[in-house]
Structures are given as structure tokens and as C-alpha cells.
Nanobody, 113 residues
Framework: QVQLVESGGGVVQAWGSLILSCVASRRFFSIMGWYRQAPGKQRELVASLSVTSGTEYGDFVKGRFTLSRDGAKNTMFLQMNSLEPEDTAVYYC?????????WGQGTRVTVSS
């Protein structure tokens, strides 16, 4: 089992910034990243880091978000800049290890216009 604890969500005005954090109870992974789900929409990839293929971002990111990690602290970060109302969603931390997928409980991000 892997526990994922997210933090950093909140309410921000358009063009503002937020940093999301996810602390994992396990260090080794094959893929870790962030997904989001807006009301009435499917869950979509925001950013992911694969040990084999590197970093990937959703098309909508357009250079606004940066995924990073602190391996010593088993922590992953999502720096989000130039936020738009369309970025309003619940953001989920994702972790794959040993062929198993794990999800955090989600952290809500609301961007006001």
C-alpha cells in the first residue's frame, strides 16, 4: 500500500499561482504525477513523471505548470502559474509502483475570474 497526502489547494484569482504538494509513503515509483477532474468532466492528465520516459504535460498546460520532486522527502510538487478559471478542478496525486495505481484524496483548486 502507498499513502498519498496532498496539500496546497485553495482559492486563487485568475493569473495567480499555487503550489500543490504530494507526500508519498514510498520512495520508489515507475510513474507519479497529477490528474484533475472538473465538474461534469472526465479526469485528465495534468503532468506526470515516468522513470522511463520523463515528464509529460497535458496539452492545456502550455508552459504554465511545472512538475518537480524532492526524492529525499518523497514529495512531488506542481507549481501552477497564470491560473485560469478553466483550471478549477479537484487535483489528484497519482503514483504507480509494482504495477499498482494509487490515488490521493484530491485537493480542490478554485480559480476566480
Amino acid at each position: 500500500q502507498v499513502q498519498l497526502v496532498e496539500s496546497g489547494g485553495g482559492v486563487v484569482q485568475a493569473w495567480g499561482s499555487l503550489i500543490l504538494s504530494c507526500v508519498a509513503s514510498r520512495r520508489f515509483f515507475s510513474i507519479m504525477g497529477w490528474y484533475r477532474q472538473a465538474p461534469g468532466k472526465q479526469r485528465e492528465l495534468v503532468a506526470s513523471l515516468s522513470v522511463t520516459s520523463g515528464t509529460e504535460y497535458g496539452d492545456f498546460v502550455k508552459g504554465r505548470f511545472t512538475l518537480s520532486r524532492d526524492g529525499a522527502k518523497n514529495t512531488m510538487f506542481l507549481q501552477m502559474n497564470s491560473l485560469e478559471p478553466e483550471d478549477t478542478a479537484v487535483y489528484y496525486c497519482y503514483f504507480r509502483t509494482g504495477g499498482q495505481d494509487y490515488w490521493g484524496q484530491g485537493t480542490r483548486v478554485t480559480v476566480s475570474s
